[in-house]
Nanobody, 125 residues
């Protein structure tokens, strides 16, 4: 089992920034790619950003357009999502997820095996 716990969500004005964190625990011998997804009310879950196990591959959803940055600490137990220039349409519950089968990661949520409980991000206009 791999356990993920997100934090750092909250209410921010448009143009502001937030930094989300996702703490990973569980089987320390596990290798996994990590991804961030989001889901707004009434909408499908959307890929935000991903990082491979090696860290060599980092990729973003098309809507990000340079505003967000995914990173990971050296021991690979925490992944971050720095979000700048936030817009009201970024309002959603943000989830981190671990993919233990595809260490390169994926933009597809079905590829991920473990999920956190989510953290709410609300951007006011």
């Amino acid at each position: 089992q791999v356990r993920l716990v997100e934090s750092g969500g909250g209410l921010v004005q448009a143009g502001g920034s937030l930094r989300l964190s996702c703490a990973v625990s569980g089987r320390t011998f596990s290798s996994y790619a990590l991804g961030w997804f989001r889901q707004a009310p009434g909408k499908e879950r959307e890929f935000v950003a991903g990082i491979s196990w090696s860290g060599d591959h980092i990729y973003y959803g098309d809507f990000v357009k340079g505003r967000f940055t995914i990173s990971r600490d050296r021991d690979k137990t925490t992944v971050y999502l720095q979000m700048n220039s936030l817009k009201p349409e970024d309002t959603a519950v943000y989830y981190c997820a671990a993919d233990v089968r595809n260490l390169g990661g994926s933009r597809m949520d079905l590829s991920y095996d473990y999920w956190g409980q989510g953290t709410q991000v609300t951007v006011s206009s």
